[in-house]
Structures are given as C-alpha cells and as structure tokens.
Nanobody, 133 residues
Framework: DVQLQASGGGLVHIGGSLNLSCAAS????????VAWFRQAPGKEREGVAC????????YTADSVSGRFIVFSDSAKNTVYLQMNSLKREDTAVYYC??????????????????????????WGQGTLVTVSS
C-alpha cells in the first residue's frame, strides 16, 4: 500500500525556518511525482512545490520561490520541503501528495488549475505550520 507520512510542522517566528518531511512507502520516486500543498484557514488548498510533476525535476510555486526548496532523498524515500524566511501568510496545514508521474502535468501548469488536487491519488495526513511574531 502507498502511504505518506508528513512531519516537521510547528510554531516558528516570522523570518524563521522549518524543514518538513514526507516519508513515503509502497512506491519509489522513480515513477511518482510528490507534491506539497498547503491550506490556510478559509482558503483553498494550493500547490507549493513538486518533484517529478510532468516527469521533471523540482519546482516551487511563485508564492514561495526563493524561500522554499523541495528535494528528495531516494535512499530514505523521503521528500523534504525546506522553508526559509517564513512569513505570517505561510501559516497553513501542509500536505504531501503522490501520483504516478505520467498522470501529472508539469507543476507550473498544474498549480494554476483549480483541480490540481484531484491529480493526486495519495495524501499524507498534513502537518500544521504556524508563523507568528
């Protein structure tokens, strides 16, 4: 069975950093895309970063570009989201999600679609990130 376990969230001050982890089991990254989404209170879930979307490498959304880095460790079957220079508006529940790469378009196009989340078959349980002053 495919399973995703997200962890690493917590309370951090504005300007601080956190490193989220998404430990995967039941599949290997070679054929799967793993994405990070987030959902703030009262808002839609939005794509933040992806590895393997459209069969391509790492991508981060414009809203976090230059501050967030997504990378994977194949030996640990884990995808990480390194978040730096955190802002109050980064407060959200962060989810990792996976799907076969062949079924997911490139992230730049994917994240503009309101149905982006439907492309992913497997979801982690979410980890809360709270950024405060």
């Amino acid at each position: 069975d495919v399973q995703l376990q997200a962890s690493g969230g917590g309370l951090v001050h504005i300007g601080g950093s956190l490193n989220l982890s998404c430990a995967a089991s039941g599949f290997t990254f070679e054929n799967y895309a793993v994405a990070w989404f987030r959902q703030a209170p009262g808002k839609e879930r939005e794509g933040v970063a992806c590895i393997g979307c459209g069969g391509r490498g790492a991508y981060t959304a414009d809203s976090v570009s230059g501050r967030f880095i997504v990378f994977s460790d194949s030996a640990k079957n884990t995808v990480y989201l390194q978040m730096n220079s955190l802002k109050r508006e980064d407060t959200a529940v962060y989810y990792c999600a996976a799907a076969e790469s062949i079924s997911v378009p490139g992230a730049r196009l994917l994240f503009k679609s309101p149905s982006a989340t439907r492309r992913f078959d497997y979801w982690g349980q979410g980890t809360l990130v709270t950024v405060s002053s």
